[in-house]
């Protein structure tokens, strides 16, 4: 291991098996965290980079998962198991991503996200409060690749509040999916998704206001009316 390796040094009561466990130089974790073996944290992209990894309270990062150096993340964080979460990433409060999840670098998560396993998350994607990502979404951010100008060409693609993206669905580049919509799985979005629709297909389109939704089960008269009584 590097020389400058240190082992990670949270509240003695709450860790597990701090033997694995491995933080480089500039790492801070607040109270009460719960961190499994086999966990990386605060990995340099480069040997220039100065920046520290600060993890809230609360934090319960899962075995095998490694987070990079420059990157903030808040309270109440918790992963499954080999997530990966690169530098300059900032990641607010109460966000659960999933197991094998790949967070890219300059991204912004915001409240109450939730990302489930297996899903890629490119650089420069602004995801922000309550959205939920379903198992194996891939959001993608450049439109020819491998460009030679990627800084300039890749645009960030934005996740409103509280939107909803099923399961497989493919999210391309410069693409907007508006608050509180709900995108169907296995769809492709290769164009903007207004506020407060359903959408789905490929390529993926509105088809009905997200009040149209019908409870099948019959335990709500609508989908996410629970969601609504809490505005």
Not at 13 to 31: P, R
Not at 205 to 228: A, H, M, Q, S, V
């Amino acid at each position: 291991m590097p020389d400058e390796e240190s082992r990670v040094t949270p509240d003695t009561s709450a860790s597990e098996n701090q033997s694995n466990q491995h933080a480089l130089g500039g790492v801070s974790v607040g109270s009460n965290p719960r961190i499994q073996s086999y966990v990386l944290l605060g990995v340099k992209a480069d040997q220039g980079q100065g920046e520290r990894l600060i993890i809230g309270e609360n934090a319960f990062i899962r075995s095998h998962s490694v987070i990079y150096a420059a990157t903030s993340i808040g309270d109440n964080f918790q992963t499954g198991h080999g997530v990966l979460i690169r530098e300059e990433n900032f990641i607010a409060d109460n966000v659960s991503i999933g197991s094998h999840t790949v967070i890219e670098r300059g991204n912004r998560i915001g409240n109450s996200v939730r990302i489930h396993s297996n899903c890629f998350v490119s650089e420069f994607t602004l995801i922000e409060d309550r959205a939920w990502i379903g198992p194996c979404v891939a959001i993608l951010n450049v439109l020819h690749p491998p460009c030679p100008r990627f800084e300039d060409c890749a645009k960030r693609v934005v996740i409103g509040a509280n939107a909803k993206i099923g399961g497989n669905v493919t999210v391309g580049p410069r693409v907007t999916i508006g608050a509180n919509s709900l995108v169907g799985m296995g769809s492709v979005v290769t164009s903007d998704i207004p506020s407060d629709v359903v959408a789905f297909g490929n390529p993926a389109k509105p088809i009905k206001n997200i009040r149209e939704l019908g409870c099948e089960t019959g335990y709500f008269d609508t989908p996410y009316e629970w969601e609504r009584r809490k505005r």
